[in-house]
């Protein structure tokens, strides 16, 4: 397999005044303590952390949020950073991402020094609010890089006053293949996260098994939880096509040139009650991209509404729906993932 994802991490963090900014900081380089970077490596991420949350506390109207994503699998480790607003947005985006120009008065010199600092970056900013991903890969020696077929970004927030998210998602990716779960742990709180987990250790023994498999494997092994609404969907570039398969309010949406369609699921909570799990072919080509997410999540999510968000980072995009659509009440969690250009992710 090209990557297993076994190790994710997710904060979220509000930025509405200047103390948060240093609680940002010390966050991201936690994150990057537990990734086990080097000096140099860590030194990035605070930076990187510190020029994000300050744009957020003098630019953005009413502040906004940090979301981190820590992640190591199959030798690869990497954090990402992405900065969420709701607006005014930037005025001459390309003159802010010029090294040295920082209307902040920031240590780094602003958001040329992001750019410069980060092994990728990708942002999208309007009136209505800026997006702005970073990730930062750890530089091991030994590390090993691989040729990545799928780009995906991925949010997910418990719900208020929670610390355990009662959400949990997976991708498991193979050159030309990728296999996507999300499962919602009826409710919130431990309990929650105990039924999606255990949905995940299933999903995480066979990723490439068929979807209405897993479905029914998981049904079976967390009868004495409290259940989960599950979705998973199975992808092959060569093929052509998107096996999908879901129980529960699980949303799923498949975009393909200029159209979006909503994927089929049937009624019912995995561990519990579940009448039928039937799988669901639909065509994917080197131009789709898939969506789904929690009912976290409100589904009047529209990417036409948003000029020039389709073509982003599927980390940016995962990020304005969250910031623009979050419920606000429960756990949330949303992935987006498309084919990336040969050897790399999305631009």
Same mark, same amino acid.
């Given at each position: /397999?090209? =990557? ?29 303590? #537990? ?7 860590? @030194? ?9 949350? $300050?744009?957020? %506390? ?9 979301? /981190? ?9 990497? &954090?990402? =950073? ?8 930037? +005025? ?6 010029? #090294? ?13 020094? %992001? ?14 609010? $800026? ?16 040729? !990545?077929?799928?780009?995906? @970004? ?8 929670? =610390? ?6 997976? =991708?498991?990716? +193979? ?5 996507? &779960?999300?499962? #919602?742990? &009826? ?16 999903? #995480? ?19 004495? $939880? ?36 909503? &994927? ?9 009650? %579940? ?13 789709? /991209?898939?969506? /789904? ?5 409100? $589904? !009047? ?21 969250? !910031?623009?659509?979050?419920? @606000? ?19």
């Amino acid at each position: /397999m090209e =990557i297993a994802v076994f190790m994710h991490r997710h904060l979220m963090i509000p930025i509405t005044d200047t103390s948060q900014i240093g609680e940002a900081r010390r966050a991201a380089t936690r994150l990057a303590e #537990d990734l086990q970077f080097n000096a140099t490596d860590a @030194g990035r991420v605070s930076i990187i952390a510190t020029e994000l949350a $300050t744009n957020l %506390v003098r630019h953005a109207t009413t502040g906004g949020s940090i979301l /981190m994503l820590a992640q190591e699998s199959a030798g690869e480790k990497h &954090l990402e =950073i992405t900065a969420i607003d709701s607006g005014p947005g930037m +005025a001459d985006v390309q003159r802010c991402l010029q #090294d040295g120009f920082s209307t902040a008065g920031t240590p780094g010199n602003g958001l040329g020094a %992001v750019r410069r600092l980060a092994d990728q970056m990708d942002l999208l900013s309007s009136p209505t609010g $800026t997006a702005i991903w970073c990730r930062i890969a750890a530089q091991a020696p030994a590390q090993k890089h691989t040729e !990545r077929s799928f780009a995906f @970004g991925a949010v997910c927030v418990p719900a208020p006053m929670e =610390i355990l998210c009662g959400d949990a998602w997976r =991708i498991e990716r +193979a050159p030309g293949r990728a296999s996507i &779960l999300v499962a #919602d742990g &009826l409710g919130h709180g431990p309990s929650a996260f105990e039924a999606a987990e255990a949905v995940a250790g299933i999903f #995480d023994k066979n990723p490439f098994d068929s979807p209405r498999s897993l479905i029914e494997a998981a049904h079976s092994a967390i009868s004495g $939880t409290r259940g989960a609404a599950v979705a998973i969907a199975n992808i092959d570039l060569q093929a052509g096509k998107l096996i999908y398969a879901g129980v529960g309010n699980i949303s799923g949406s498949l975009l393909t040139a200029g159209a979006s369609r909503g &994927l089929f699921s049937h009624n019912g909570i995995v561990g519990h009650q %579940v009448r039928k799990v039937q799988e669901f072919e639909y065509p994917f080509d080197a131009q789709s /991209m898939l969506i /789904m997410h929690s009912d976290g999540l409100q $589904t !009047r999510w529209s990417l036409e509404k948003y000029p020039g968000l389709a073509r982003r980072h599927p980390a940016v995009i995962a990020g304005v729906l969250y !910031r623009d659509f979050k419920r @606000g009440k429960d756990d949330a969690t949303v992935i987006v993932a498309a084919p990336a250009a040969a050897g790399e992710a999305v631009p």
